[in-house]
């Protein structure tokens, strides 16, 4: 009997959040309840995610939306969108050629998590 994963539709994301001065401890803190309220909404899925850090002090968070219009959903649900705000209070989101390590082919981040 074939075993079927259903991974169809999925996404990984890889959130790069630069903290601003003394904010990193906050950042972090909600980093971690990111996740969770998205999997209470079923947007993320059941998968664990990586928390990082790049040399610079950039939070890295990889997860999996659970569809691209679970992406959509999330922009428009006020806990998400609280979240989200709050980060941007404290941090920068950054991509991710502007770490250290993103300018290399197999970059390599400190795991947090």
Not at 19 to 24: A, S, V
Not at 26 to 43: A, F, N, R, Y
């Amino acid at each position: 009997m074939e075993k079927k994963v259903n991974t169809e539709g999925t996404i990984l994301a890889i959130a790069t959040y630069k903290p601003k001065e003394g904010k990193e401890k906050e950042l972090l803190e909600l980093v971690k309840k990111h996740l969770p309220i998205l999997h209470e909404l079923e947007l993320a899925s059941k998968r664990s995610n990586y928390i990082a850090q790049s040399k610079d002090g950039t939070i890295i968070e990889v997860f999996e939306w659970t569809s691209l219009n679970a992406i959509h959903a999330a922009h428009q649900h006020p806990a998400v969108s609280d979240i989200w705000e709050k980060m941007t209070l404290i941090a920068d989101f950054v991509p991710m050629t502007v770490l250290p390590e993103g300018q290399n082919p197999f970059p390599g981040f400190k795991v947090l998590n």
